[in-house]
């Protein structure tokens, strides 16, 4: 997804992830009246502000993640666009945990490059435990060149350190000697979603959909011993399937449903 965030997952790159994402949901013939170009599928106003919203069930368990962006800059320079937003993400359990989850923040950059393919760049984020800070960008083909079938790959990395001594402690015994980050290369493909004429959220019915599958090929990391590098491919193999997803973008909007693990986070409402 297009700014891996800590989500949550959605996880971004989380069981302490949040993540990102995108979208188009037609084909070659696409209808006229869809945007050929990614800045499109962007809301334009500086203080536009959306939530997306999921709530799990399992017995008498219930999760409610809430997302919330807003566009806090937009700035363009000949023919490149920059777009950056706030992303603030609040998980509530009930029955409440004994040691809730703080808020993640995050703020992802947008740039819309002279060839149409856009680039986001996590940057670094943390809560309460941890402290995740990316290197390199995703980097998405032009919508021409989605709708005629072409894929990226690529990679991106990741650095987490523990926030508190415990979280630090935690995962010492796991790396090398003299490392105080986990270092994790996360490798991906960008690729088109199926096709689909509009989808129906809290906040509304879109079509000209823009869908984008991002899927992670593989995830390793540098830094760390055998053993630990063993005890950690579970998580990681998790990690990266918390990522993988599929989202759609409506044009003026941004993404109004994003599909991952089984589970879809709908659009549930925008103002400014």
Not at 246 to 265: E, Q, R, S
Request: glycine content about 10%.
């Amino acid at each position: 997804m297009l700014g891996c965030a800590a989500r949550r997952g959605r996880g971004a790159p989380g069981a302490g992830f949040a993540a990102l994402a995108l979208a188009l949901a037609s084909s070659a013939s696409a209808s006229a009246s869809a945007p050929s170009q990614w800045l499109a599928y962007f809301p334009s106003q500086v203080g536009h502000t959306c939530v997306e919203s999921l709530t799990l069930r399992s017995g008498s368990e219930t999760i409610v993640s809430t997302g919330t962006q807003r566009l806090v800059s937009l700035r363009r320079s000949g023919a490149v666009t920059r777009i950056a937003e706030t992303v603030v993400t609040v998980v509530k359990e009930t029955p409440p945990p004994s040691t809730p989850l703080a808020p993640l923040r995050q703020t992802l950059r947008y740039t819309f490059l002279a060839d149409g393919s856009i680039a986001t760049a996590p940057g670094a984020y943390s809560n309460a435990l941890w402290r995740y800070t990316y290197a390199g960008a995703e980097v998405y083909p032009s919508v021409a060149a989605l709708r005629a079938g072409d894929t990226n790959t690529s990679s991106v990395a990741l650095a987490m350190t523990g926030a508190t001594a415990a979280t630090e402690s935690s995962i010492a015994p796991l790396l090398l000697s003299g490392h105080r980050a986990l270092d994790i290369t996360f490798h991906y493909q960008v690729g088109l979603a199926p096709p689909k004429s509009e989808i129906t959220t809290p906040a509304g019915t879109f079509s000209n959909l823009l869908g984008v599958e991002f899927h992670i090929t593989g995830v390793s990391v540098s830094d760390a011993t055998k053993k630990g590098a063993a005890s950690l491919r579970p998580l990681l193999s998790a990690l990266g399937s918390e990522i993988s997803a599929t989202t759609y973008f409506a044009p003026g909007v941004g993404a109004v449903a994003t599909t991952t693990l089984g589970h879809t986070i709908l659009l549930d409402r925008c103002s400014g």
